[in-house]
């Protein structure tokens, strides 16, 4: 399962378990603009390089690298939870 949403800042790709893998997945969501942010289940993305530009990273359940992705950008990752609220 995979949303993608255009905000007032660009793109933002919103995974469920993100199976098909990210990389796929934010190609295919170019194609509507720049993307600003993801949030979901990463699975097991290896790619992290690939976060790189995005300004909003929330790795949700489902995600093995998620220690990995807060030490590489601390300053753009936000930490998910159940009843977790974010406006885009």
């Known amino acids: 399962m995979v949303l993608k949403t255009k905000g007032g ?8 378990c993100g199976h098909p ?6 190609e295919a969501a ?7 942010g993801v949030i979901g289940g990463f699975h ?3 790619k992290l390089e690939l976060l790189h530009g995005l300004e909003l990273i929330i790795p949700c359940h489902g995600t093995i690298r998620k220690q990995e ?3 590489m950008y601390p300053e ?7 009843g977790m609220v974010r406006e885009l």
Do not use: H
Not at 9 to 16: K, L, N, R
């Open 9 to 16: 800042e660009g793109v933002v790709v919103v995974t469920g």
């Open 69 to 71: 992705i807060v030490e």
């Open 44 to 46: 097991g993305f290896k």
């Open 21 to 26: 893998g990210l990389e796929k997945i934010f």
């Open 30 to 36: 170019k194609a509507f603009g720049t993307l600003y």
């Open 76 to 82: 753009k990752v936000v930490r998910c939870g159940a």
